[in-house]
């Protein structure tokens, strides 16, 4: 089942920083946190994951707190083509470890 | 090249009748799921297949059969079809059960049972 806790929705201007929060307060050692999205009608993709430390790709951050209990995707320059539901999932890697993708955040950029 | 292809991508039918959604992925990937999505959005797992091997299956009825012919194919065969039963299924491949992480989902495919 979905471990994490996140808004139903959120707006965010073109070209601005779209900061997309998750809590995750139960959290274990050995969970990573994932981050997908969901654009309208199209299948989920992978944006990034983490353990511990901030990471960094060509489409998003995802800053983790030093207590791991949260963590915040963010998307540097939001375009109208980020609109998407975007899921936040803890997951610890192994065998039979499955992602259980809960209800998401539904952001819309706005133009 | 479409890395996992799913078909059909529509498929409507009666109640009861028997169907499939064939899944293929281009990714060399030895893992392969069938989640389903229903009309609330909510995204569930349903079946993970690893080298041809059933490893999850969620409780899932029994109407569903998932059949992996080698580790690139993971079909889905469901029978006796019922109105609940209408959804987007979605195929997804990952390289390992829990190395890297990343699932690679196809385009859906939205079923209608009428």
């Known amino acids: 089942d979905a471990k994490t806790t996140q808004p139903p929705s959120m707006d965010c201007a073109e070209g601005r920083a779209a900061n997309l929060p998750c809590n995750h307060s139960?959290?274990?050692?050995?969970?990573?946190v994932y981050w997908y999205r969901q654009i309208h009608s199209q299948g989920p993709q992978y944006i990034i994951h983490?353990?511990?430390n901030n990471e960094t790709n060509e489409m998003a951050s995802l800053i983790i707190t030093e207590d791991r209990k949260s963590s915040t995707l963010i998307l540097p320059h939001a375009t109208l083509r980020d609109t998407a539901v975007y899921y936040c999932?803890?997951?610890?890697?192994?065998?039979?470890?499955?992602?259980?993708f809960g209800t998401g955040t539904s952001l819309t950029v706005i133009p | 090249d479409t890395a996992v292809s799913q078909t059909p991508k529509y498929l409507v039918t009666q109640m009861g009748n028997d169907k499939s959604i064939k899944c293929e992925q281009n990714?060399?990937?030895?893992?392969m799921y069938w989640y389903k999505q229903d009309s609330k959005k909510f995204l569930k797992i349903m079946f993970s297949?690893?080298?041809?091997?059933?490893?999850i299956n969620e409780t899932v009825p029994n109407r569903f059969s998932p059949k992996s012919p080698d580790k690139a194919h993971l079909n889905l065969h469901i029978n006796s079809l019922e109105l609940g039963d209408s959804a987007v299924y979605f195929c997804?491949?990952?390289?390992?059960?829990?190395?890297?992480?990343?699932?690679?989902f196809g385009e859906g495919s939205r079923l209608t049972v009428l």
């Open positions: 997804a491949s990952s390289l390992g059960q829990g190395a890297g992480g990343e699932l690679f």
């Open positions: 990714l060399g990937h030895d893992t």
């Open positions: 999932i803890v997951r610890s890697r192994g065998a039979g470890n499955q992602f259980y």
């Open positions: 983490g353990l511990k």
């Open positions: 297949y690893n080298n041809k091997e059933l490893i």
């Open positions: 139960t959290i274990s050692g050995n969970e990573y």
